[in-house]
Every structure is written in C-alpha cells, then in structure tokens.
C-alpha cells in the first residue's frame, strides 16, 4: 500500500479537500477573538467527524482549509456543516454578527488533491 493513504474496513482511500470560502460581502471580519473562535470550531467539527485538518488559514476576509476526508462525508457536507455550524455559533457569541442577513456566503471552491500535490496546496496556504 502506497504511503498516505487510509485504509478503513472496506477501502483504502487518499481524499484531501481545499476548500475556500468567505463571510457574506467578503467583510473583514475573521480577527481577533473571532478568528481564534472559529478555528476552535473548525478544529472541533473536524475531530467530530474524524477529519484530519492538513492545513488551516484563516485571513480576515477568507478561509482556506486543507482537509483529509473519508469516502462516506461528502466535500460538500463537510463545508456545510462546518461553515452552519460556525455561523450558528459565532451569531450566538459574538452579537454584531447578527446586523449581517448570514455569516457565510452560500458559495465556496472545493478542489481535491493527491499526495504529489498535498504539500503545493500546504505551502501556498502557509505562504498567504
């Protein structure tokens, strides 16, 4: 079996997701404690759904989340569940957020990658 890949009861499997998605107007919103809230909140989704999170940059009008999936959780279910569950959250916690009709535009980029292109994809993100 090549190194990297994830091998669960019935497949072996390589599924790293880049996903990039901002606040509604592309604000610049995602600083301070709000920043540091959401990565928690990101960290913790993918923990629940036993994601590894390869790489994680949050700018304050964009994030940019390099995520190893599984076979059985969809791209997009994991970023719609991470970015309701946030946007859920982040309202609750931090009120000024509420003058906003959401947190999260509707739109996002997911592009997949492979194990030659992992380590492109992480330095673009570190380099940001």
């Known amino acids: 079996m090549t190194k990297g890949y994830n091998k669960e009861n019935t497949s072996i499997h390589l599924m790293n997701y880049h996903f990039v998605f901002c606040p509604k107007y592309r604000r610049k919103l995602l600083i301070g404690k709000l920043k540091k809230r959401l990565e928690q909140l990101i960290k913790q989704k993918a923990q629940e759904h036993n994601l590894k999170i390869l790489e994680l940059q949050i700018m304050p ?14 791209p997009n279910k ?3 569940d991470i970015k309701g569950t946030s946007s859920r959250i982040l309202r609750q916690e931090f009120p000024e957020l509420l003058k906003m009709p959401t947190l999260w ?23 940001q």
């Not at 994030?63 to 599984?70: D, K, W, Y």
Request: hydrophobic share 40%; net charge positive; charged share 10%.
């Open 78 to 80: 994991i970023v719609g």
């Open 61 to 74: 009008e964009y994030v940019h989340l390099f995520i190893q999936g599984t076979p059985n959780l969809a």
């Open 105 to 127: 535009t509707r739109s996002y980029f997911v592009s997949t990658a492979g194990n030659v292109s992992k380590f492109v994809i992480q330095k673009y993100i570190q380099e």
